[in-house]
């Protein structure tokens, strides 16, 4: 089975930069169940896609728009997300924040370095 440690010490764990102004550290996992720390600056944005996880995000610090199935709603700390298995999504975000992820089962891409191609930032 893969997973993680137990304990996971984010002061001592460096980011992993996707480009655009959005990075992630990877906060816990198995086979089963991941949970992402992801770090976006303002104008940051999450370009529409959809992935066959459940996912469910909870926003820490910031501001974002999403856009869940053609839905727009504004998002911010305090709030969370659901997010059904193949539904397209995506965000901008408003005011730098940080974006707790949840999904199941694990995001195997995110473990295999793949730098996910949906993040960036459109005027860079």
């Not at 199935?69 to 539904?87: F, L, Q, R, S, T």
Request: net charge negative; glycine share 12%; hydrophobic share 35%.
């Amino acid at each position: 089975m893969n997973r993680s440690k137990k304990f996971i010490k984010t002061k001592m764990m460096e980011w992993e930069d996707l480009g655009g102004g959005v990075k992630r550290k990877m906060l816990g996992f198995d086979n089963q169940i991941m949970m992402v720390k992801v770090s976006f600056t303002k104008g940051a944005v999450g370009t529409p896609h959809s992935h066959f996880h459940t996912q469910a995000t909870y926003c820490a610090e910031g501001k974002f728009e999403f856009t869940i199935e053609g839905e727009k709603e504004i998002i911010e700390a305090g709030d969370g997300v659901y997010i059904p298995p193949n539904a397209e999504h995506g965000a901008v975000c408003l005011q730098d924040g940080i974006l707790i992820d949840v999904f199941s089962p694990v995001r195997e891409d995110f473990l295999d370095g793949s730098k996910v191609s949906y993040f960036g930032n459109p005027e860079e």
